[in-house]
């Protein structure tokens, strides 16, 4: 197998009080696109928290192209090639969707190379392109979406972790949203897309992990997953 670019092992960590994630192992390797499925509750975004420095894990080991993250803080993190789309999108409001894309490079200072990607992120989200002088707050919540994923973008990250992407979104701007994770995907960057929908999660993922309640209770190829009876009945409704 190839050195994973990202490696948990044993994760524990607390949100609010609460053991949100009970010892988890996880790996991705570089270039991979893998899902973290479950439902509300189930420790999904506590972890993507603690992977992207923003909450301290209680015990356990989280290893990013073979170094450990113990004590790198957040803003490292991005440095390193970790970009994190948050659930919700937190765009800034009050900017202009070109100013969020330029926050996105904010641990930059190569700007010609920084103007070369505000382009490239125009060609993967042209409706951004129309928008670029909009305050990102005016915007629709798949636009936002795709803000947030171009913001993140723009930091070069060579691991992108996507925190419900399609939430709250009409079907049309779900589909949108995934194609688009595809396309990020076929460029060979490493994604941990954690999802409510299932389905279209496995469909665009290389192999994915089941949560509940803190701990991981199914793994495996995306296919096999899709036909699981246990996923099935859970998640895809049948």
Known sequence: ???PLLEIRNLQAAYGGIQAVKGIDLY???GELVALLGSNGAGKTTTLK???????PASGQIQYDGKSLHNIAAHQRVAMGMALVPEG???FARLTVQENLQMGAYSRDDKKEIATDLARMYELFPRLAERRDQ???TLSGGEQQMVAMARALMSRPRLLMLDEPSMGLAPLMVQKIFETIRDIAALGMSILLVEQNARLALQVAQRGY???SGAITLSGEA???LGSDAVQ???LGS
Do not use: S
């Open 210 to 212: 089941v949560m509940e």
């Open 135 to 137: 305050l990102a707050g």
């Open 50 to 56: 603690t992977l992207a420095g923003l909450l301290h």
């Open 1 to 3: 197998m190839t050195k």
């Open 28 to 30: 991705i390797a570089p």
């Open 223 to 225: 296919g096999e997953l």
């Open 233 to 235: 009945q859970a998640y």
């Open 89 to 91: 999108r937190g765009v």
